[in-house]
């Protein structure tokens, strides 16, 4: 009795075996720090399970991982345009179960955000940490530009000296 949906990245290898099952739902551009990028919300159902696929070829074209500070603009244009996309679904979540570095974003963002997004205001989120070795660990110096978050806040995802979207997320 327990809707549970999956949200996850439009990966070249899930648009070539899946392609001509996926329906397209609706896009829109999201705000990345002072950017704005393309997002594209695809549906596809597999066993019963409805998976909502985000798409933008710059960020999930050809490679899973991108490495550096560009894989770190991949994950926090994946968070963002999670929490903009649900609410223009007919499902709000009571929970977001994120796992890993690459969705630490969602709930360090579902916090700042939940005011200016009324459907999410009472949703939680879980964390789980699948492999600690790899953190979400990058220069402060990006974290206005590529994460749009004020360095105001520097102090809530700071351990030893750097980012830590892991540890973010945890707080």
Known sequence: GIDARVITPYHRIIKDKY????????????????RQAYVGVEKLVLDGVTIYLIDNEQYFGDKIYRGGQAEGEQYAFFARAILEALPRLDFTPEILH???????????????????????????????????????????NILEDVFGIPA???????????????KGAID
Not at 152 to 164: F, Q, T, V, W
């Open 152 to 166: 105001a806040e520097y102090m809530s995802i700071e351990h030893r000296g750097c980012i830590n979207l892991m």
């Open 19 to 34: 392609a001509d099952r996926v329906e397209h739902m609706f896009d829109f551009y999201c705000t990345l720090g002072w």
């Open 98 to 140: 994120c796992n890993d570095w690459q969705t630490a974003l969602v709930p360090i963002y579902l916090l700042e955000e939940r005011h200016r997004i009324p459907q999410l205001y009472d949703t939680k989120s879980v964390f789980t940490i699948h492999n600690i070795e790899y953190q979400g660990k990058y220069s402060r």
